[in-house]
């Protein structure tokens, strides 16, 4: 009897020819000289011990590597991606010329997605190429590795509670970043607003 072979994933990134306006403009420049002007994105999931994967997705201003808009959801839906879109944009005011970047997930190349994103230039890593977007996938990578580990995660409410208290009492507040000079994501902000 032939043996049956079962692929057990599925497809989420654009093929890279699948358009002309999947272009890499932040083109791993990860320092930008102002807060506001690069916003990049991603998702990364979250196991539960009842409710399976949970899903976070993250909006980081690459200046300061602050986390400014986080989702936590049981889907990915395309619809949280937007919704994340919704809570940066209400919490800080978009830059002249402010550039989000992203990886070409589903999500991120939905038919919906750029009238969220319509008053921002639109840049996306290369196909298979994480490097492109690599603040952001170090972001996931730490608040796994010095938060979630070794914890027996029950379900979505405990898992929000957990990245909440790392995102919003530890990491933005006061954890110290190198990037920022051994400062906080909050503390190296006030120090750039202080300098203008």
């Not at 402010?98 to 990886?103: E, Y």
Request: a neutral charge; one cysteine or more.
């Amino acid at each position: 009897m032939k043996a049956q072979w079962v692929k057990h994933f599925t497809y989420t990134t654009t093929d890279s020819n699948c358009s002309v306006k999947l272009q890499n403009i932040l083109d791993e420049q990860f320092n930008p000289e102002a807060s506001n002007t690069v916003r990049v994105s991603d998702i990364t999931y979250i196991e539960t011990k009842n409710e399976g994967f949970v899903y976070l997705t993250c909006i980081m201003d690459l200046y300061s590597r602050k986390i400014i808009a986080w989702t936590l959801s049981r889907t990915l839906e395309a619809c949280y991606v937007s919704e994340t879109v919704e809570k940066a944009k209400a919490r800080r005011n978009l830059g002249k010329t402010l550039l989000f970047h992203s990886d070409r997930g589903s999500q991120y190349v939905s038919e919906t997605f750029p009238n969220v994103i319509e008053e921002m230039i639109h840049s996306y890593s290369k196909k298979a190429y994480p490097w492109d977007n690599a603040c952001i996938e170090s972001f996931h990578a730490l608040i796994k590795r010095e938060w979630l580990k070794n914890k027996q995660i029950q379900g979505y409410e405990e898992a929000y509670r957990l990245v909440f208290e790392y995102i919003e009492a530890f990491y933005n507040t006061i954890r110290i970043h190198s990037h920022c000079g051994y400062l906080s994501p909050e503390q190296y902000e006030k120090k750039y607003v202080s300098s203008q």
